[in-house]
């Protein structure tokens, strides 16, 4: 698992060079940007069950045959699983968003989930949707807070709907 300064160290180490200004440049977002990560995570933390249900409520309202007889997520069961995974995706982001670094996703969340979801005919789409209402609440969280650019917030979520969109596995 790596983050934003053990990547960088490791990338220079293999090439044997001195950190250049491209590096340094890099170091010094990742430090300047490390309270605004910080706060976010404690913002998540500290909400983290109200944004899982709100991100249910909201999905099953915009897609209600998944709660439906048929649908993946009907069943008591099942519905604790979805909410579950969601909350999964929302506790990984925490970590990736003080890594600065995507490492602990692919590690721990994204490798060969996309072949569990599809022998159990979790759908991905709509999961990806979970994944982004909850990005949209914990901006408009960061928003209240005062943190105006968020584009470190995107970035995990927005991974993981990369990878688990596209990723043949
Ligand atoms: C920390 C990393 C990690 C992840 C990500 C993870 C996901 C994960 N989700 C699962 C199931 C599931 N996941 C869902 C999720 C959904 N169904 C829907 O219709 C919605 C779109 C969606 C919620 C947004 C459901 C319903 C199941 C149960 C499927 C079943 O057993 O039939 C399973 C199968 C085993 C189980 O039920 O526990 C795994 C492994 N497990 C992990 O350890």
Known sequence: MRDAVTSLIKNYDIAGRYFDRNALDDLKSYFESGTARVQAAAAINSNAAAIVKQAGLTLFEEQPELIRPGGNAYTT???????????????????????????????????????????????????????????DIVKQQMATLGVTNTSFVDEPFDYMTRELSEQDI
């Open 77 to 135: 069961r099942r519905y604790a699983a979805c909410l579950r995974d969601m909350d999964y995706y929302l506790r990984y982001a925490t970590y990736a968003i003080v890594a600065g670094n995507m490492d602990v996703l692919n590690e721990r969340v994204l490798q060969g989930l996309r072949e569990t979801y599809n022998s159990l005919g979790v759908p991905i789409s709509p999961t990806v949707s979970g994944i982004q209402i909850m990005k």
